[in-house]
Nanobody, 123 residues
Framework: EVQLVESGGGLVQAGGSLRLSCAAS????????IGWFRQAPGKEREGVSC????????YYADSVKGRFTISSDNAKNTVYLQMDSLKDEDTAVYYC????????????????WGQGTQVTVSS
């Protein structure tokens, strides 16, 4: 059974940091691209970042470039999202997802999803 489990969300002040984790099981981890998405109330789910577990290539949305860092520990089947210099507009439920397709920031490209973790940034 494929499982993606996010953790690490919480409440943080603007300018602070959080690290999200996505623990994967039930599939061959290094054959997949893992993406992070977020959805704020009343808004569409948007891509934040993704990483190829095979070669480590990464991609970031412009809104988080320079503030967020995605990384992968293949030995632990876990992907991390280090979020620094957090802003109010980063408040959302954050999801990780997996796809065997090529790198993509489109939610429609992903086959498996976690349950999400809430990130709230207060000013």
């Amino acid at each position: 059974e494929v499982q993606l489990v996010e953790s690490g969300g919480g409440l943080v002040q603007a300018g602070g940091s959080l690290r999200l984790s996505c623990a994967a099981s039930g599939f061959t981890f290094d054959e997949y691209v893992i993406g992070w998405f977020r959805q704020a109330p009343g808004k569409e789910r948007e891509g934040v970042s993704c990483i190829s577990s095979e070669d480590g290539s990464t991609y970031y949305a412009d809104s988080v470039k320079g503030r967020f860092t995605i990384s992968s520990d293949n030995a632990k089947n876990t992907v991390y999202l280090q979020m620094d210099s957090l802003k109010d507009e980063d408040t959302a439920v954050y999801y990780c997802a997996a796809t065997r397709s090529s790198m993509s920031m489109s939610r429609w490209a992903y086959d498996y999803w976690g349950q999400g973790t809430q990130v709230t940034v207060s000013s």
